[in-house]
């Protein structure tokens, strides 16, 4: 089908092609009446007077500002139960653990895959009616070979469901599971959960929360090496409490990102 976006009163997209860093961000291009014509699911022609033959469907835009769909590379998004308590905590200044954590992978342990795909396809429609097509989520609230399992078939469920594009990642590693040695778990991780992941292709993407309290550098590198030799792609949580070169081992390791980086230092 060929569409015509016809007489748009704004057409606002990013300043030039490719990444831009600090003030950059804010520089944007503005185009106003002019039209979009895209040809089956590719743009081919942007401009005041576009070619209208053989166009099958026409969109009056003459009333709307127009901007390309946002791409939401960090989220949550399958979880159960809610954490208000948390965010109060974090108010009065309380230093941030893995309770919370913790606190949604007992929800979600309760919680079957039919019910997560349930409770999650209205935040995505919500999403989508914010200007989101493309969203990334992360399992990361199972801690267990069941419970990320679980999370990640729901996610692969959201993939044929949901109304814009999904992203899966891997992130076994969000925490320690309550109970469980540290040394057992990230065994746990190596030898079963990315093998199943790798198996039945429930992932893209491998993340760790490489942090104080939680995962360190070194046990970080081992997990995401051995998730790249399943043939997963890299991303990081890091430096969100403390320095601990989660940004320098991000790049020694080719992530494909790292995220929160809240105290990475300026070498990071």
């Given amino acids: 089908m060929n569409t015509l976006i016809a007489n748009i009163s704004q057409l606002v997209t990013a300043h030039g092609d490719g990444p831009v860093r600090g003030s950059l961000m804010s520089e944007i291009s503005v185009q106003e009446h002019v039209?979009?014509?895209?040809?089956?699911?590719?743009i081919t022609e942007i401009g005041p007077n576009v070619d209208r033959r053989g166009i099958d469907l026409t969109v009056d835009g003459s009333d709307a500002v127009v901007i390309p769909g946002l791409v939401d590379p960090h989220t949550h998004a399958v979880?159960?139960?809610?954490?208000?308590?948390?965010?109060?905590?974090?108010?009065?200044?309380?230093?941030?653990?893995?309770g919370g954590i913790q606190s949604s992978a007992r929800a979600v342990a309760a919680a079957s895959e039919k019910e997560l795909v349930q409770a999650t396809l209205p935040r995505l429609q919500l999403m989508l009616k914010s200007g989101t097509t493309t969203i990334e989520i992360k399992s990361g609230y199972g801690l267990s070979l069941e419970g990320e399992t679980k999370l990640l078939l729901a996610i692969r469920q959201l993939r044929k469901t949901a109304p814009l594009r999904v992203i899966s990642t891997f992130l076994g590693a969000h925490a320690f599971p309550e109970g469980v040695r540290h040394d057992?778990?990230?065994?746990?991780?190596?030898?079963?959960?990315?093998?199943?992941?790798?198996?039945?292709?429930?992932?893209q993407f491998c993340d760790v929360f490489c942090d104080q309290g939680f995962?360190?550098?070194s046990e970080t590198r081992t997990i995401l090496r051995a998730a790249r030799g399943a043939g997963l792609r890299l991303k990081l949580h890091a430096d969100e409490l403390a320095d601990v070169g989660g940004a320098e081992l991000a790049a020694s390791l080719g992530a494909t990102?790292?995220?929160?980086l809240l105290r990475t230092s300026e070498r990071g």
Wanted: hydrophobic share 35%.
């Fill in 79 to 98: 979880f159960a139960g809610t954490r208000e308590e948390e965010f109060l905590a974090r108010l009065q200044g309380k230093p941030y653990d893995e």
């Fill in 257 to 260: 990102s790292a995220d929160h």
């Fill in 215 to 217: 995962f360190t550098p």
């Fill in 35 to 42: 039209s979009i014509r895209i040809d089956g699911q590719m």
């Fill in 184 to 203: 057992d778990y990230i065994s746990t991780i190596i030898t079963e959960m990315i093998p199943t992941v790798r198996r039945r292709r429930l992932a």
